[in-house]
């Protein structure tokens, strides 16, 4: 069985580099957050994880879901 866990970034939470909508949070060591959309987040991916205590990407979200097909 899965489990669908509660997204953390909300509508409200926005990239720091462009504005746009976050899809990814690095948590840094001294307690502060970068907060960074798609596009930006998976950019800098790889640095983020290298320097980060913990990243949550949730860019699996911006995927549609299959359509349903009625018969």
């Known amino acids: ?34 907060l960074f959309c798609a596009h930006h987040g998976r950019e800098h991916l790889d640095k983020l994880r290298a320097i980060a205590e913990e990243v949550i990407d949730e860019t699996d979200r911006l995927q549609p879901e299959s359509p349903t097909i009625q018969v």
């Open 1 to 34: 069985m899965t489990t669908a866990v509660a997204p953390t970034l909300t509508a409200s939470d926005r990239c720091d580099r462009c504005g746009a909508q976050a899809f990814i949070r690095a948590r840094l060591s001294s307690d502060q957050d970068l």
